[in-house]
């Protein structure tokens, strides 16, 4: 260890964090010793922000650890705050220490420093306050392999007397968990100490991967339902919280995940770890929702406070879309929560039209919701006059935003009704409200008067090229005029670089008409960026009527990542089902996991649209 007084010796200036020169480090170590509280907070939080920095290390990490440990030992009422920052620091994937470019990282200068001083926090481990004693594990923990020989002896030795006498079971698991980082220590199933059982299983869970056996599926639904307080703030190395971990855990087994979340919610469904289990097979596993919703309408009633409410009832509204028929329990649940006060309407309301339930037009007529609206939209077509007056009576009084576009998005699917809102669609492009929103469907809507002629006619000058590029096309839409088009795009896809995609992805309409633009798509099939390849070859198809240039470009493209979705979907349009992505298509179509992950914001899951293109291509003579 090195106290403050020797902060000098360090060439600080010569190092850096993460926001350059780490001239600063040794005056947030000095706060450290401060009595102000404040001070010590506020250095603590700018340690956990420069020299670690959302998982990464630089090269003034590794020379603070020695004074960080001696305020671990020094400072009083921080100690276990500074060695979590040390473990936190020093934190790696054991894989990483195979790489050729270890020995010469950061991560590794950090590791070896903690090494170095590991002898002079292990009093800490012994020490009156629990947190100090679970946090020093933590610090063990993290370099448990890296450790000499000696100085694991006796660091093992000290862990096994936590194990053996700890008077909290929580310590006794952590010691447990020390133990079998650098070697495989007998497992108690049958400790007296649920901790320990709990910690137990979840080991054996690791060692084994899934399936897991029913014993243990039985340890980890019966002693994992009671959330350990505090443990938040103990995470163990490669892990937010072990809570977390375990959860991720299980959720590589669905079934064994669905039974210890049945538990977990029979028995309160504490700190929400059932719910939060149940919600985690959904985003990992295809076809598992009837039975997560199941388990969510039984956690309902479980929910201690509005926040968890909200979440669960969020779950529900993305998956019971995917219910054949969702229950008549289910809906009458949603159904209440949807015309009651409150956060929690809005997240029922939404889940109420997704389960297509008519009971959601009654409540959405009274309570307005711009998602909701958008959603009832697609389910209730029959109701295309009701949802066009509330969207126009939305946008009228002064929506915005979000809010706006997913309004404006409700009146494609609505049809002829949709057009009585063409006076509000002119007031938001002309307010700027949603402006590209509101220049597309007027664009769809099929009629060009002198008001709607004018406010295009701005927008293509606007400074905005999104704007400009959907108000050239939607001109071109309403009077079949190809020139403002054809300037606008000259204009934009030479310069454009990082979006120019989006410019693409515009020109369908104009398809034939866009021609004299090939000079400038054509090199783009070859570009750098993916995406802008992707939706280059799809205006090459749109422009040319050929898919020859195209398909190989999508081929090579295809597959499950956001812009292999997009050459997908690009391909099914097309309708050609290249041979040699036959095999990559059944993986998409049959995996039982999910391959792609949501997106935030988005209605429909990728990965539900993965399945279904691949589905369409493999369909496809």
């Known amino acids: 260890m090195k106290s403050p007084a020797e902060l000098d010796t360090i060439q600080w200036q010569t190092l850096t964090h993460a926001y350059g020169s780490a001239v600063d480090v040794p005056d947030l170590i000095r706060a450290l010793y401060r009595d102000d509280d404040t001070t010590v907070d506020e250095a603590v939080h700018e340690l956990y922000g420069n020299i670690h920095h959302q998982g990464t290390v630089y090269s003034a990490s590794a020379p603070a650890v020695p004074f960080l440990a001696h305020a671990a030992r020094h400072v009083p009422g921080r100690r276990a705050e500074l060695l979590m920052l040390l473990a936190t620091l020093a934190d790696h994937t054991p894989s990483d220490t195979e790489s050729p470019h270890w020995p010469r990282s950061s991560a590794a200068e950090v590791c070896a420093e903690l090494c170095r001083v590991l002898p002079e926090l292990l009093p800490c481990l012994t020490d009156t306050e629990r947190p100090v004693r679970r946090a020093a594990l933590r610090v063990v923990a993290v370099v448990a392999e890296m450790l000499p020989a000696g100085l694991w002896a006796s660091v093992e030795e000290r862990v096994r007397e936590l194990y053996a006498g700890d008077a909290v079971p929580a310590v006794r698991a952590d010691a447990l968990v020390v133990l079998n980082r650098s070697g495989r220590a007998p497992l108690p199933f049958d400790s007296a100490w649920s901790e320990v059982r709990l910690a137990a299983a979840t080991l054996a869970a690791e060692r084994s991967g899934p399936p897991y056996p029913a014993e243990l599926v039985t340890i980890l639904a019966e002693d994992g339902a009671e959330p350990d307080p505090g443990e938040d703030d103990f995470p163990w190395p490669g892990a937010d919280s072990p809570e977390s971990h375990l959860t991720e855990l299980l959720a590589d087994d669905p079934d064994a995940a669905l039974a210890v979340a049945a538990h977990w919610i029979d028995a309160g469904d504490l700190g929400s770890r059932g719910s939060w289990l149940a919600r985690e097979i959904t985003e990992v596993w295809r076809d598992r929702e009837p039975e997560v919703l199941d388990l969510l309408l039984a956690a309902l009633p479980h929910q201690r406070d509005t926040r968890s409410l909200v979440h669960t009832l969020d779950v ?3 998956w019971v879309g995917r219910l054949p028929e969702p229950g008549d329990e289910l809906r009458d649940r949603l159904y209440d929560y949807a015309r009651a006060d409150g956060e929690t309407a809005r997240p029922a309301l939404l889940a109420l039209v997704r389960s297509r339930d008519p009971r959601a037009l009654e409540v959405l007529l009274r309570r307005s919701d711009a998602e909701a609206v958008r959603a009832a939209a697609t389910a209730f077509p029959e109701a295309s006059d009701e949802l066009t007056a509330v969207i126009r009576g939305e946008l009228s009084a002064g929506a915005a935003g979000n809010a706006a576009d997913a309004l404006i998005a409700a009146l494609e699917p609505l049809g002829a009704p949709a057009r009585q809102a063409r006076p509000e669609l002119v007031e938001c492009l002309r307010t700027r409200r949603a402006a590209v929103a509101a220049a597309r469907q007027l664009g769809l809507d099929g009629a060009l008067t002198g008001e709607v002629s004018s406010v295009l006619r701005e927008a293509r ?8 590029a959907t108000a050239a096309v939607a001109h071109y839409r309403l009077t079949g005029d190809p020139v403002p088009a054809l300037r606008t795009f000259e204009e934009l896809l030479p310069a454009a670089q990082g979006p120019t995609h989006r410019h693409l992805s515009l020109l369908q309409p104009l398809g ?5 633009l090939l000079p400038l798509v054509r090199p783009m099939l070859t570009a750098r960026y993916e995406w802008t390849r992707a939706t280059a070859a799809e205006a090459h198809h749109w422009i040319t009527g ?3 240039d195209a ?4 081929a090579e493209l ?8 997009h050459a997908l979907k690009a391909l099914a ?3 050609r089902t290249p041979e040699e992505l036959r095999p990559a298509l059944r993986a998409c179509a049959f995996s039982p996991r999910r391959l792609l992950s949501a997106t935030p914001f988005s209605e429909d899951h990728e990965d539900e649209e993965l399945r279904a293109a691949a589905w369409s291509l493999l369909t496809l003579s």
Do not use: E, K, N
């Not at 034939?512 to 004299?516: E, I, L, M, N, Y």
């Not at 398909?551 to 999508?554: A, G, H």
């Not at 295809?558 to 979705?565: C, E, F, K, W």
């Open 551 to 554: 398909v190989p470009v999508l």
């Open 316 to 318: 529900i509204g993305r």
């Open 546 to 548: 050929s898919p020859d």
């Open 512 to 516: 034939s008409a866009a021609t004299p």
């Open 461 to 468: 000058r606007s400074s905005d090229a999104s704007l400009r």
């Open 558 to 565: 295809a597959g499950p990542t956001p812009v292999g979705l």
């Open 573 to 575: 349009a097309i309708g």
